[in-house]
């Protein structure tokens, strides 16, 4: 596999917490950081969501501008793998039920 | 700069670089998900370390196989990291940008870990460049 794809790349395994079960999704937010590269975040949204370049761009300024961007939304168990990838990459990011 | 950054990963080893917000109560879950992160560093780091001892990098060189391109961008930016937090915490996040070390008043061991900061990105950058 070339190392810089631009698709997802695959997940863990899910991480699912035993207490766990509601309709409402969840969202995977990243939040800005002064350490990493712009070009590493970039980087980092195109292989673990798949983004394009141009997604990837924008959702990188949204964290570097407006100090968090929501990159993803969906189930809870999902939404904790890409947090733990994220966080493999040592990106600071979190996640939270939608209201 | 080997050594400088052998003793940075030495000191990096067992921690992870940043505060892991899980929003999650159940002490236990916290536990597994930072135990498994911190395994998974460490394999990172096992690869960059591979690396920085090869001859190769004793001459100026450094040689990395393009299927340890992420084991290396992740453990530059788990080290710049814990550099930023543990070391250079009293340096401004412009003064770090600007990247003037002339300008900043800083102990030898700082300046060390500076220049590893400066080096690590670099890598990235020509990781990512080539990439």
Known sequence: MPPFQNSAIDLPETKSSPKTSTAKPYSVIVLNDPVNLMSYVILIFQKVFGFSKTKATKHMFEVHELGKSTVWTGHKELAESYLYTLQQWHLNAIIEQNE | ?131
């Open chain 2, 1 to 131: 700069m080997k050594e400088i950054v052998e003793t940075l990963i030495s000191s990096a080893y067992n921690k992870l670089p940043q505060k892991v917000d899980l929003r999650n109560e159940d002490v236990e879950y916290v536990d597994s998900w930072k135990s498994d992160l911190i395994t998974d560093m460490q394999d990172d780091y096992k690869i960059l370390l591979k690396i920085i001892r090869q001859d190769s990098f004793d001459e100026g060189e450094i040689i990395i196989d393009n299927n340890k391109f992420d084991e290396v961008l992740r453990s530059c930016t788990a080290i710049r990291l814990d550099i930023r937090n543990r070391l250079l915490s009293k340096v401004s996040d412009e003064e770090l940008e600007t990247g003037d070390l002339n300008s900043l008043p800083m102990e030898k061991k700082e300046q060390g870990a500076f220049l590893a900061y400066i080096f690590l990105a670099n890598i990235q950058e020509l990781i990512i460049e080539n990439s």
